[in-house]
């Protein structure tokens, strides 16, 4: 976190990547589009392990691996989030995270990059369906391919959130140490959290003892170390209760 602001400070630069950032920001939208027609006329219980999986395809719609993987065509792009969801969840606990969120009265999600949160968009509103109200948690400021609070208003979050709030400033993950205040209070009054990608697994493994409610993280791994630490190898896609 701390060389990333060091950078934007040497280099003047207010929003580092802005371009690919607003590139992955609209095609998560045009993507999303498409995954909701999908999704309709699915059961329930379907319906949501669905929006699960994109939820953590879109994951991979991390431009540092956009950028140098397969650029920015869309066709490739959803060819290779459809090998993602293809490949299934090696680590996965959804039917477990899908009985909790029909009976929780707020959840908090807490969201990770631009263009993904699109996709998160889906899996709110299905939320939302279920009484739910959901919280939306966001960055202050941009650093990597992190979503910010104009991010969300960009890819329009607040049609489908019930509120959204500031998580913290331009931290790589959720930050155990500059957390915002109106974060550290969702955490104690929330049924279930609900936390993407693999920076804000490291955090809330740390934080797990001050959080009452439930946890899940959604995510697909970015390193053998996270995949060892879940007794796997290789990228995996994960659904999993902390």
Known sequence: ??????????????????????????L????AEKIALEAEGLEESERFSFLVNWAIASNHLDFRTVGTGYGFQMAEIIKEFRACVSEGLKIDQRDEIFRIAKS??????????VGEIAFDKLLIKELRRYGASVISALRGGPIT?????EDGEEVGLQKAASEIILAGPDTLGISLNEMSDQLKREFQTTDLVIAKGQANYYALTEYRSK?????????????EIVSNDLGETGKINVATLL
């Open 28 to 31: 998560g939208i045009k993507m």
């Open 104 to 113: 929780s009265s707020k959840i908090l999600y807490i969201h990770d990059n």
């Open 1 to 26: 976190t701390e060389v990333h602001r060091i950078l934007k400070r040497i280099s003047g630069i207010e929003i580092p990547f802005k371009e690919r950032r607003d590139k992955c920001n609209q």
């Open 145 to 149: 391919s992190d979503a910010t609070m």
């Open 211 to 223: 959080v009452p409610g439930k946890i899940a993280c959604l995510f697909r791994t970015k390193c």
